[in-house]
């Protein structure tokens, strides 16, 4: 459920701020849950806009056309022509590097508060839902529209319900009503039809696939060009946890995604985060979806990631 405050944060940040001019900005490559919590919250603040840096993925891109909505560049604002920055899905400058120099006056986030390091002058924390859009629709009235964003941005970001409590089902009911939408039309945004592109990374991701069977779980890892996060989701559906690296080569880092079944009792964004200590960069996200930015070979991290795993594993068992 809703944690008791929130609401009232949330009035208390409205007082102050809903006539003045606020930019909202959601984590770079946004998703359909971190648009979707921009939109509804830019319904309830007339003097706002919008902003996001990076392509959208698939999903969110559909959500921007069905809803018109309308997104720049967070690059592209002066600041000082704002009352100050509200960061919707993320808290971690690293996810959104442009934040930084910005008064923040709004965070609404449901990650983990490992790798967080905004401070807002507002903030609307809640760990335990599953997602941003789920904390958003609980704050205040939510209009038709907004409505339709948010039941897409529920269904997207809980990888169909596997960590929903009984109040996303009553919020997401309540939204389907307002929005006077069907399940199938929010599923084909939620989880759009992956482009050929994405099926030959999935494809390319299982054919380099290798995995090892320790502490009770079988641990596969990969490498891709692209499609990190598909390509782990897939494959820790076949074994316990998957690992997946993508070199990035002007950053001259790996980034990892990592994604565990829900019988996996190793927390994913505590393996994310030891593996950042022992390689450089930063690590976090979800007990059971969890990513990394690390400063070595793509090598060397996929067996980082594993050795932490298992090292974690076997301390849990002791
Ligand atoms: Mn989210």
Redesign the pocket.
């Known amino acids: 459920m809703q944690k008791a405050g929130h609401p009232e944060v949330f009035r208390e940040f409205l007082a102050k701020y809903a006539k003045g001019r606020v930019a909202i900005a959601t984590h770079n490559r946004a ?1 359909t ?2 648009i979707a919590s921009a939109f509804a919250l830019s319904k309830i603040i007339p003097g706002s806009v919008i902003c996001t840096d990076e392509e959208p993925n698939e999903g969110a891109r559909m959500l921007i056309e069905r809803l018109g909505i309308k997104t720049v560049p967070l690059s592209s604002l002066r600041k000082e022509e704002f009352d100050g920055l509200a960061v919707v ?1 993320t808290s971690a400058f690293t996810l959104i590097p442009n934040a930084k120099g910005w008064k923040l006056i709004l965070i609404i986030d ?1 990650h983990r508060s490992d790798g967080r390091d905004m401070k807002g002058e507002f903030e609307i924390l809640d760990p335990d839902s599953p ?2 859009s789920e904390i958003i629709a609980n704050l205040t009235e939510i209009g038709p529209d907004a409505a339709f964003g948010l039941s897409v941005g529920i269904i997207a ?1 809980g990888a169909r319900f596997k960590s929903a409590r009984a109040g996303t089902f009553d919020t997401l009911g309540r939204l389907m009503k307002a929005a006077k939408a069907d399940y199938r039309e929010l599923l084909e945004i939620a989880e759009p039809d992956p482009k050929p592109e994405t099926k030959l990374a999935m494809l390319t991701a299982m054919k380099r696939l290798e995995f090892v069977y320790a502490a009770g779980y079988i641990i596969a890892t990969t490498e891709v060009g692209s499609n990190e996060s598909d390509a782990a989701s897939l494959i820790a559906d076949a074994a316990d946890v998957c690992f997946v690296a993508k070199w990035k080569d002007f950053e001259k880092e790996t980034r990892i995604s990592a994604r565990a079944r829900k019988s996996v009792s190793v927390p994913l964004n505590k393996v994310m985060a030891q593996a950042a200590q022992m390689l450089g960069g930063a690590g976090g996200g979800h007990a059971k979806a969890a990513g990394a930015a690390l400063k070595a070979h793509t090598d060397e991290s996929l067996k980082t990631c594993v050795e932490e795993f298992v090292r974690l594993a076997e301390s849990g068992k002791s």
């Open positions: 998703d849950d971190a899905d449901h997602s941003a970001d």
